[in-house]
């Protein structure tokens, strides 16, 4: 059996790629190191050791990948108060700093979320940059987080003034997308709003991170509806959205047909075949064989091509269509033949276009007056999207199931979109948002009405937007019962409009939280594993963490003798923090393992938990015989 030591990091990624590597080249590790010799040996003609070649940096780039690859030795910390429908929801809601919270979410989520949506600082001089602090990220986001007092906010604004403008910009954008392309399926795809700011900065590293090859599209997006008269130059009426796909297997979805397109198949002859309209007969490109007459069986009058066109048919399907009546001689029957189009031949969608204009997906208005609508007072957040815009790009890229994550999420308008859309369509997308708690001003409408920081915004949006799209779908079961009953609208109670609250802190358990100027006593310390103040939830939640397990799987609690079993994902993952436990506890498992059937079971103990080392043996062997065989100590 087993026992394997659970560590307190998030993936690390440098030796995952390293183990990619030795599977695919094992000649070129001598000792555990490359052999960059050999390596280039092997790659031969590949490799390129010219100075001169095409290549896209900046100060400080090196630092920011390495950046990206040393794993976060903090954690998520589960908030039940603030969370919403805390047993049944899938979808998340994470205060934090962005770069640790992707590097977090590296094991549980790798390869697995459908589409990302960011609307990053677009660096216009004025915007906040965070700035990352590289020898512990962790320590001064909680001092930042912490340390906001009578001085206002710590977060300085990059001005262009400052010689390092495009730079930050970059070092703040580099390391996270890096991220959030590992958490991206293979059919996944990712959407970034930018303006003209960073537009090329942002091409340039997206096309380095997922590869030339990989760019979609670069859509225009009509923010505005009317132009700002004062503007210097020319007024801006548009932002940008970059799309990159993961790999080819990202296939984009057609987007409903308008009813207006449909409204043109009006006539039906109540022959199975369903609503048709009339089309042209003819084609542009000519062909001789496709010249010839159609008689009219009604007036028995024959009509040619006009010169120079031709039938869409030969004279074989032409006669196909007459037998199949799909050849329409004027609502009279003395007309022109004309052919019948019916609808469910026709492209079932629209191909999405790269050109969004706002009268179908909203403008800047919009966003602030569906943010109004939803508080009742001024808007509280300063550069929302419409949720319609960010609903258009989860209909072309998202199946009913997916997960949705959107790592600047400010007030949470994707997580309104993807609410509203699944309230349309009964898809079951689960969202994941990730926002710092920027505290708002003071001298804002935000801070006044009582929001501190981005995050209460956030979070308040989805509990409204929740609580409003959730109305309307009553109010439609109310007008139209039917419609309930043949499925063709959602049930109110089928939404989820819940959401879990985690926030980021240092780790829980000491020993993966040593105090380094302090050691010896960190791990004198580490034999009461806990760091004081956090509860056996919090630690739970790590353990989810850093196992790699999804953190909305359904959590229940078991007991035995005063000590507590929680069962994750039904049975896939037992966990026990209490001390002194006797085998009572493994006789409990075993006993749940039968009831829940989970395919495989994992149990989690603490480390010093064993009333003794026989009891420690004898649980062991328990549970290797009803088939256990993985235990982690923590
Ligand atoms: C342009 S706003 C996004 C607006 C959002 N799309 C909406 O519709 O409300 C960018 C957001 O990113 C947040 N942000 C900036 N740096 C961050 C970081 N390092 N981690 C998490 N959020 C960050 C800012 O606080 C801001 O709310």
């Known amino acids: 059996m087993n026992e394997t030591k659970l560590n307190g990091q998030s993936a690390d990624i440098v030796s995952g790629n390293i183990q990619k590597l030795k599977e695919i080249f094992p000649e070129v590790f001598c000792e555990d190191k490359i052999d960059f010799e050999k390596l280039q040996a092997v790659l031969g003609e590949y490799t390129d050791d010219d100075n001169e070649r095409y290549n896209f940096t900046w100060w400080g780039k090196s630092r920011a990948l390495r950046l990206a690859q040393t794993p976060s030795m903090g954690t998520l910390r589960p908030c039940k108060e603030e969370s919403k429908d805390w047993d049944t929801t ?8 962005n770069l640790e919270v992707l590097k977090l979410l590296q094991k549980s989520y790798h390869g697995k979320v459908k589409m990302i949506y960011i609307d990053p600082p677009y660096n216009t001089g004025k915007d906040f940059i965070y700035p990352d602090n590289y020898s512990d990220p962790l320590k001064n986001y ?14 300085s604004t990059n001005s262009e003034a400052s010689g390092r403008f495009h730079t930050n910009w970059l070092n703040m954008m580099y390391p996270r997308l890096r991220l959030a392309r590992n958490l991206l399926r293979d059919d996944g795809v990712i959407f970034i709003s930018i303006d003209d700011n960073e537009l090329e900065n942002l091409k340039k590293i997206c096309n380095e991170i997922f590869g030339e090859e990989n760019f979609v599209a670069n859509i225009v997006w009509q923010k505005k509806y009317a132009a700002t008269n004062d503007a210097k130059g020319f007024s801006v009426m548009h932002d940008h959205i970059i799309v990159f796909q993961k790999s080819e297997t990202f296939n984009r979805i057609l987007l409903p047909r308008t009813s207006k397109q449909n409204k043109l198949y009006k006539y039906d002859d109540d022959d199975g075949k369903g609503l048709w309209r009339s089309d042209n007969l003819l084609v542009k490109t000519f062909s001789q064989s496709s010249v010839f007459p159609i008689t009219n069986p009604n007036t028995n009058k024959d009509y040619y091509p006009p010169k120079g066109s031709s039938w869409r048919g030969s004279r074989e399907t032409i006669e196909k269509w007459l037998e199949e009546n799909r050849i329409f001689f004027g609502r009279d029957g003395k007309g022109a033949p004309q052919l019948k189009r019916y609808l469910n031949e026709v492209q079932q969608g629209r191909v999405p276009v790269t050109w969004w204009p706002f009268h179908e997906v909203g403008h800047n208005d919009a966003a602030n007056k569906e943010m109004k609508n939803l ?10 999207k419409p949720s319609t815009l960010i609903k258009r790009m989860i209909q072309i890229s998202s199946p ?7 790592f600047f999420a400010g007030s949470s308008s994707c997580a309104h979109a993807v609410m509203k859309l699944n309230s349309e369509d009964n898809g079951q997308r689960k969202f994941i948002m990730v926002q710092l708690p920027e505290p708002t001003d003071r001298k804002s409408e935000a801070y006044k009405s009582g929001y501190k920081n981005i995050c209460e915004i956030g979070k308040e949006r989805i509990r409204r937007a929740g609580e409003m799209i959730k109305a309307e779908l009553q109010a439609k079961q109310t007008n139209q019962p039917s419609m309930l009953e043949e499925n063709k ?26 105090d380094s100027e302090n050691l010896e006593e960190s791990l004198l310390d580490a034999i009461e594993n806990y760091v004081e103040g956090r509860s056996e939830l919090d630690v739970v939640c790590e353990i989810m963490l850093k196992y790699g397990i999804d953190l909305t799987l359904p959590l229940e609690e078991y007991e035995v003798g ?32 039968k009831k829940l059937s989970p395919e495989v079971m994992r149990v989690v103990f603490k480390d010093n938990g064993f009333k003794d080392d026989s009891v420690k043996t004898n649980t062991k062997e328990i549970l290797r015989n009803a088939g256990i065989d993985e235990i982690v100590s923590v």
């Open 562 to 593: 005063g000590k507590k079993i929680y069962s994750v994902g039904y049975g896939a993952l037992m966990i026990c923090l209490d001390r002194d436990i006797i085998t009572d506890i493994a006789n409990e498992i075993v006993r749940l393992k």
């Open 400 to 406: 009913e199931e997916s997960i949705i994550l959107d």
């Open 489 to 514: 609208i959602v049930h109110p109670n089928d939404l989820d409009i819940g959401f879990k609250v985690f926030k980021l802190d240092s780790s829980n358990l000491k020993k993966w939280n040593p």
């Open 90 to 97: 899938q979808n998340l809601y994470i205060e934090g700093d």
């Open 142 to 155: 909680l001092e930042m987080t912490k340390q906001v007092d009578d001085d206002g906010r710590k977060i």
């Open 375 to 384: 508080f009742k007072t001024k808007s509280p957040f300063d550069t929302p």
